[in-house]
């Protein structure tokens, strides 16, 4: 071999360099592919993995919103009637299921976005419509229908403080026209009350107000 290369011309050995650098270099790529065509495999079966837990949790998250809630739709809405939703939703999407509003609705005296209950009554007033004695939102059975849940020892029904307008609210000892607007104020701001201890948060209702109020309301 030794004899061979001494016997090459300059520039048979400047030829032949060059055909082993070429044969180097496709060498250097054909490596390279290999290796980059194992990475792209290794990802696309990363990626799969990754699709296919996102479609698990997807898949668990359409369960959990099978929970449905049912409402009473009442007022200004085009289509008032009982509506089934998803658990979590808001007074809006029950309006919107009801048909939406009608051209005499005013929806600036609902908080559209409070997350309804199951069982609830949504009354959706008319523009310039005196609320004094309308409750936007009832839990309550009904007139002349009272749940014996709601009755306390000494037969009065008790005033449910997520709920109740501002003249129920009046009905409470020692709850005046002001602090019941607090009350008001206080849930639209804060949500509803998660216990009936949560009353003492509002201003003006102490401990010994409360303990006047304690048998008296629910939430």
């Known amino acids: 071999m030794k004899e061979i290369l001494l016997n090459l011309s300059k520039k048979q050995k400047i030829v032949l360099s060059i055909v082993v ?3 180097l270099g496709l060498l250097i ?3 390279f592919e290999n290796l980059y065509e194992t990475d792209s495999a290794d990802q696309i079966i990363l990626n799969n993995e990754i699709n296919e837990t996102k479609a698990n949790e997807e898949n668990i998250g359409i369960i959990k919103s099978k929970e449905k809630v049912v409402v009473h739709v009442i007022g200004e809405v085009n289509n008032p009637g009982v509506v089934i939703l998803e658990e979590g939703s808001r007074i809006i999407d029950a309006i919107n299921s009801a048909g939406g509003k009608t051209e005499e609705a005013d929806l600036s005296k609902i908080n559209l976005a409070y997350i309804i ?3 609830i009554q949504i009354y959706v007033p008319r523009i310039n419509e005196n609320l004094n004695n309308v409750e936007v939102i009832s839990a309550d059975a009904g007139e002349g229908v009272v749940s014996n849940s709601t009755i306390s020892e000494n037969n009065n ?3 449910n ?4 307008n501002k003249e129920k609210l009046e009905t409470l000892p020692g709850i005046g026209e002001s602090t019941a607007q607090k009350i008001i104020e206080y849930r639209e701001q804060n949500g509803k009350f998660k216990t009936i201890e949560d009353i003492q948060n509002v201003s003006g209702i102490g401990t010994v ?3 006047s109020l304690k048998d008296k309301i629910t939430v």
Do not use: F, M, Q, S
């Open 21 to 23: 650098l070429l044969i």
């Open 29 to 31: 790529i054909y490596i």
């Open 117 to 119: 209950e199951d069982g």
């Open 157 to 159: 029904v008790k005033v």
């Open 161 to 164: 403080i997520n709920t109740a």
């Open 209 to 211: 107000k409360y303990n």
